[in-house]
């Protein structure tokens, strides 16, 4: 059975601190993918990554990282130099079978970053 | 592209009574459609799969008959409420897959439901 473990369940940052979301997941699939959201206060999830199994590479966008280890099971997520705006709940989320079956998500992580 | 909607965005009703909540997409044609629900600080969790043309598949403990969900065309599903409870409250999420881009999962704003 797939799972997806978010143990930090709020974090409170000032403006400009890194942070960085764990996430570790639990699957008996060798092809799966697993994606971050953000789910800001009005409450529409925003897709931010989608990285399948097979690309261990990590991936920078901007201010947005995500460090994707195998070995660990684990993709977390970092946010460099905090922004008011970023403050949010972020969803770590796993499918199996190739990515067309339903996503399995986190309980979730309610960042605030205050200024 | 891959635009999907919910209507209403948010809906009151009194107890005992039926909701109905669409979820469209605009601009793509969904063979796939899930439901999911989001309790107050709560995570989403997968209600239905619903399959155009076929009848939905619904998760462990969600109630068939309480949680109707039609998905009569290639942009169109619906999840009717019946009889709705105040512990049916919650925030409804749909989400749309596109043949074209079978990796994705393109998410509806959401419909918050509060049952009186």
């Known amino acids: 059975a797939q799972k997806v473990t978010q143990a930090q369940t709020e974090i409170s940052v000032v403006e400009k601190e890194d942070v960085t979301l764990d996430c570790v997941y639990e699957t008996r699939d060798t092809t799966y993918y697993l994606f971050w959201y953000k789910q800001p206060p009005s409450g529409e999830l925003v897709f931010l990554i989608r990285?399948?199994?097979?690309?261990?590479q990590n991936e920078i966008s901007g201010r947005y990282s995500w460090n994707f280890q195998k070995s660990t099971s684990s993709f977390n997520f970092t946010i460099t130099a905090s922004q008011v705006v970023d403050s949010a709940v972020y969803f770590c989320a796993l499918s199996e079978g190739g990515g067309s079956e339903k996503l399995v998500f986190g309980k979730g992580m309610k960042l605030t970053v205050n200024p | 592209g891959a635009v999907v909607s919910q209507h209403p965005s948010w809906v009151i009703c009194k107890s005992g009574t039926s909701v109905k909540i669409e979820c469209r997409s605009l601009?793509?044609?969904?063979?796939?459609m899930f439901w999911y629900r989001q309790f107050p600080k709560q995570s989403l969790m997968l209600m239905a799969t619903s399959n155009e043309g076929s009848k939905a598949t619904y998760e462990q403990g969600v109630e068939k008959d309480k949680f109707l969900i039609n998905h009569a065309s290639l942009t169109l599903s619906t999840l009717t409420v019946t009889s709705a409870h105040p512990e049916d409250s919650s925030f409804y999420i749909c989400?749309?897959?596109?043949?074209?881009?079978?990796?994705?999962?393109?998410f509806g704003p959401g419909t918050r439901l509060t049952v009186l």
């Open positions: 601009d793509f044609q969904a063979t796939t």
């Open positions: 990285r399948n199994s097979f690309d261990e």
């Open positions: 989400s749309a897959r596109s043949p074209s881009r079978p990796n994705e999962q393109f």
